[in-house]
């Protein structure tokens, strides 16, 4: 039973540039949320995507998008990307039914130079 | 909105031996889920221990065991019999247990855990 995955496992872009992430979530799960987690911080809640629906979100600009596809995998998009957006970009699976289980996957870290 | 707190950046253990982790929460809510979650080096979050607040029974989970005081909004993890590998990044998380639109992770900024040999 595979758990979270997430590509790539590391980035490097130049600012101003557009950056797309992708997560699959554990199999089963039906909810995907994304957290951004700066260097020696804690993760920071992006969105929570249910049903293909954007169902909450962070403290964050609309420059971060997302999406979820009818397999349940997700997509976060971030553009004009700055230097402050460089940070590990996890991704957390969790079932609607049972959403304080939340699975997380290794993360993506993103660079912007 | 909810708060984490975890003032202690750093704490050092020998190893066998036993460690508490520190946390405070601030919120207006009377349900909810606490939670103590461990990243190594490798960066993946793990889940360690989960309370729900509406249980008195503080939750157990082999060597990691939580304090779980309501009323003063604290939840420290103990970690009995430190193991080389309880080396990580410790972070203490809140959530909601109205589930829905309000099922998001709250953490707290972390503490660096070192077992030393």
């Known amino acids: 039973d595979a758990g979270v995955t997430q590509s790539p496992t590391h980035l490097i872009k130049t600012r101003g540039q557009q950056v797309t992430l992708r997560c699959s979530p554990k199999?089963?799960?039906?909810?995907v949320s994304w957290y951004q987690q700066a260097l020696g911080q804690g993760p920071q809640f992006i969105f929570q995507?249910?049903?293909?629906?954007?169902?909450q979100r962070g403290n964050f600009p609309d420059r971060f998008s997302g999406h979820q596809f009818p397999n349940y995998s997700s997509e976060l998009n971030v553009n004009a990307l700055l230097l402050g957006d460089s940070a590990l970009y996890l991704c957390?699976?969790?079932?609607?039914?049972?959403?304080?289980?939340?699975?997380f996957g290794p993360g993506t870290r993103l660079t912007v130079t | 909105a909810q708060t984490v707190t975890q003032s202690q950046p750093e704490m050092s253990v020998q190893e066998a031996e036993t460690v508490t982790l520190s946390c405070t929460y601030d919120?207006?809510?009377?349900?909810?889920?606490l939670f103590w979650y461990k990243q190594p080096p490798s960066r993946q979050m793990i889940l360690v221990i989960r309370?729900?607040?509406?249980?008195?029974q503080n939750a157990t989970e082999n060597r990691f065991s939580v304090n779980f005081q309501k009323a003063a909004k604290s939840f420290s993890l103990k970690i009995s019999d430190s193991q080389l590998g309880d080396t990580a990044m410790y972070f203490c998380?809140?959530?909601?247990?109205?589930?829905?639109?309000?099922?998001?992770?709250?953490f707290g900024k972390g503490i660096t855990l070192s077992v030393r040999p």
């Open positions: 309370q729900e607040a509406y249980k008195q």
């Open positions: 199999s089963g799960h039906d909810t």
């Open positions: 957390a699976s969790s079932l609607v039914l049972a959403d304080y289980e939340q699975y």
């Open positions: 998380a809140f959530m909601s247990s109205y589930g829905g639109a309000n099922s998001k992770l709250t």
């Open positions: 995507y249910y049903e293909e629906e954007e169902r």
């Open positions: 919120t207006s809510e009377n349900n909810y889920y």
